[in-house]
């Protein structure tokens, strides 16, 4: 299994000359399976830069949502693959009550919002609501659990070849207490998260910036790090970076991550800050 972020940052797009190092495209995780099978996970404006021959081996493309506030599918509409006539591509997606995924993504992918309607688009498209249980794509078992940020909103699990990836780019678990005293049947996304290879995990705001944005659904720097080492993830990227963060705040914010983590009893090498273009192997080592 090979991972690369293409999108890194939550809520809106940064460019800027501030936001070069750890990139300014909203959430979108390439995942590519020991068979080849292509997962991409969250669908923000990072996943325009993704290779444009991608299916055109006649492989199926697959495209998880974790849920559908707008910087996890505004890119959609730019995705090259949607625009050829030969290309299968699956959206999967948290399931609502009273409207399919199809129509709620609709909603935005029509007018006046795009210039063509989501019917229009000329590949093998289908849309498919996450299962309640674990299902298969290609070569991967993957999960799907309700976590806590306002949505619906799932989190995901993917196990490929004896490898595990946990992707929760918007998580709020401090919100129901502690999470170092909590039982780990009420930590939000821990089932998911267990010994993970790899942790995606939501780390938006500071400390000294999560009081303001409390149930916002997104993670204080402390609660991250406590999620990871609570889960006992192997390696853990800190994922949708506030858009008012530029990359010395980033930096800032890993020296302090860090220090935690230490104080934890973790490896300082095993936390990092995802930027995009950063890409892992679960054999080698994170490079950029």
């Not at 972020?5 to 939550?10: D, H, K, L, M, Q």
């Not at 390439?30 to 830069?49: P, W, Y």
């Not at 249980?133 to 993917?158: C, K, N, Q, Y």
Request: glycine fraction near 10%.
């Amino acid at each position: 299994m090979v991972v690369k972020v293409w999108g890194a940052r939550g809520s809106l797009p940064t460019p800027g000359a501030e936001m070069v190092r750890y990139g300014g495209n909203t959430s979108c995780v390439q995942v590519t399976l020991s068979d080849g099978t292509h997962v991409i996970l969250d669908a923000g404006t990072g996943i325009r830069n993704l290779p444009t021959d991608l299916g055109a081996d006649g492989r199926h493309i697959h495209i998880v949502l974790s849920h559908l506030h707008l910087d996890h599918i505004q890119g959609l509409m730019f995705f090259e693959p949607l625009f050829h006539a030969e290309r299968e591509v699956t959206i999967w997606g948290p399931s609502a009550p009273g409207r399919s995924l199809q129509s709620r993504i609709g909603r935005y992918l029509s007018a006046p919002l795009t210039p063509l309607d989501v019917r229009e688009l000329p590949c093998q498209l289908d849309f498919r609501n996450c299962p309640v249980t674990h299902w298969a794509i290609g070569s991967a078992r993957i999960r799907a659990e309700a976590v806590t940020h306002r949505g619906p909103t799932l989190g995901f699990r993917i196990e490929d070849a004896g490898t595990s990836l946990c992707y929760l780019p918007d998580h709020e678990p401090a919100l129901v207490g502690d999470l170092m005293g909590l039982e780990r049947e009420w930590v939000s996304g821990f089932s998911l998260a267990h010994e993970a290879d790899l942790l995606l995990h939501d780390c938006q705001y500071t400390d000294a910036e999560y009081p303001a944005h409390m149930g916002w659904g997104h993670s204080a720097l402390s609660h991250s790090l406590q999620f990871a080492h609570r889960c006992r993830a192997r390696r853990t990227l800190l994922f949708h970076h506030d858009p008012s963060h530029t990359d010395d705040a980033l930096d800032a914010m890993l020296l302090v991550a860090r220090d935690m983590w230490a104080d934890l009893g973790e490896d300082a090498g095993r936390l990092a800050m995802a930027a995009e273009l950063l890409e892992t192997e679960f054999s080698g080592v994170v490079a950029k």
